[in-house]
């Protein structure tokens, strides 16, 4: 209890302090928001620091066993290695999973690129196995508005890009019983449920407060303004009555990177003035880029990412050739001085990819004492990149035009309300 008053209050806080970015950034702090990651360090993101700053909840050990508890699910390797890291009250969903109460999955992703990268595989990898241990229901929104009014990019091709980005979606093996993909621009238009949410929650949030949570300017434009509403929406079970059936008291978790917690700040602050549950939140840190992590990979620049439609060729040149390496600067060096996991992008890329605990170990022990080289190394990660890009290609052709579809149209899924 008095955590949750701690929470709220710095929800509160967070949500009328302007100036905290500008503070932020003045001194030196990483930079995180929804448009923007950078670090002036090489380790990348002080997470710990970010928890504090946004007043999150760090993820520990007695969360992760009572996880376990709950569902009888050993963690996922992306929660055991800490790349999910921070939550908010993901205590209560596993509450109401032990009651055996409904709630629901929301994700989502903004099409800014046909091809999607390895990265972006990251958190809907996670959903689909939360998806899996707990048989729920999972909306996945696309912000096609969303990177039409940020982007230099037509408003027709960021639709485009929101069904390419579905197709590569849906290859990762989501139940089209249990999942609702949806493109902002489609569905909006044809859902009043969604759009009474929308100037609900734009009802409660001034223009003062958007500019303390997400730093817009004067100068923005109206449409990025009123965007952080079309974000929030989702996050209520009411703005899918052909699934909820109209109930509004079904919480969602939502995972998602560090960087969509200002959104859902947002959202927790005006839920209970509408009368719904605050959505739970579990935050991931970001895929760092090829060249390190002091920012997260990005769609819009090809060498700082390996892309789903990446041949094993080009994987192969890439990651030899711009993979920032924590190893030593000869072979005679790095036997004797060791390499850095810490900041090495092919180590990291590992852990992320690599499922089995013991090899992954071992290879961090051989790298750190020096008997396994930076070649060596990023031979692991290329031979499984390879084969994560080349499965997915595989999949992703199996996935027609109607099975798109059918995704996306808003229908009632396996579960009754
Ligand atoms: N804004 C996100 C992006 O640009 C997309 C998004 C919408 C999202 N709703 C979400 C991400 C919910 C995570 C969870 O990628």
Not at 2 to 7: F, L, M, V
Not at 35 to 51: F, M, N, P, Q, R
Not at 242 to 251: E, H, L, N, T, W
Request: with cysteine.
């Amino acid at each position: 209890m008095a955590e949750n008053a701690t929470e709220s209050k710095m929800e509160e806080m967070q949500l009328n302090d302007g100036a905290a970015k500008e503070a932020a950034t003045a001194a030196e702090e990483d930079i995180v928001d929804p448009w923007t990651v950078a670090t002036s360090s090489e380790k990348g993101i002080d997470y710990d620091k970010l928890i504090k700053r946004f007043g999150s909840t760090k993820i520990d050990q007695a969360l992760l066993d009572r996880f376990e508890k709950v569902t009888g699910h050993a963690p996922h390797h992306l929660l055991r290695r800490g790349v999910f890291f921070s939550q908010r009250e993901v205590n209560k969903i596993l509450d109401r999973y032990e009651a055996k109460k409904p709630f629901f999955l929301y994700t989502g992703r903004g099409p800014s690129s046909g091809s999607m990268h390895t990265g972006h595989l990251i958190p809907f990898v996670f959903t689909k196995w939360l998806q899996e241990v707990f048989d729920v229901p999972l909306v996945v929104q696309l912000t096609d508005d969303e990177k039409f009014l940020w982007k230099d990019l037509k408003a027709e091709e960021a639709f485009r890009l929101a069904k390419e980005n579905a197709k590569d979606i849906i290859a990762l093996g989501f139940d089209v019983e249990k999942t609702f993909i949806f493109s902002d621009m489609e569905y909006i238009g044809s859902s009043p449920a969604f759009y009474m949410n929308m100037i609900k929650i734009q009802k409660c949030v001034t223009y003062n407060q958007v500019k303390g949570i997400f730093g817009f300017t004067d100068s923005d434009c109206i449409g990025k303004i009123s965007f952080p509403s079309i974000q929030a929406a989702p996050s209520f079970s009411t703005s899918f009555p052909q699934i909820f059936g109209g109930k509004k008291d079904i919480p969602c978790l939502i995972p998602c990177a560090i960087d969509q917690d200002p959104y859902f700040r947002m959202t927790r602050d005006v839920a209970p003035r509408l009368g719904y549950p605050k959505p739970a939140l579990i935050h991931s840190t970001f895929f760092p880029a090829l060249q390190g992590a002091k920012t997260k990979m990005s769609a819009s620049e090809p060498n700082s990412s390996i892309f789903l439609t990446d041949t094993a060729k080009q994987i192969k040149t890439k990651i030899n050739k711009y993979a920032f390496s924590g190893g030593g600067t000869s072979v005679e060096d790095h036997r004797e001085r060791g390499g850095n996991c810490e900041i090495d992008i092919a180590y990291q890329y590992l852990t992320f990819f690599m499922e089995d605990d013991e090899r992954l170990e071992q290879i961090r022990k051989d790298y750190t004492s020096g008997q396994l080289l930076t070649g060596d190394l990023k031979k692991e990660l290329i031979v499984i990149l390879q084969k994560v890009c080349a499965d997915h290609q595989d999949r992703r052709k199996q996935v027609t035009d109607d099975i798109l579809k059918e995704f996306m149209r808003p229908r009632k899924l396996k579960y009754d309300f």
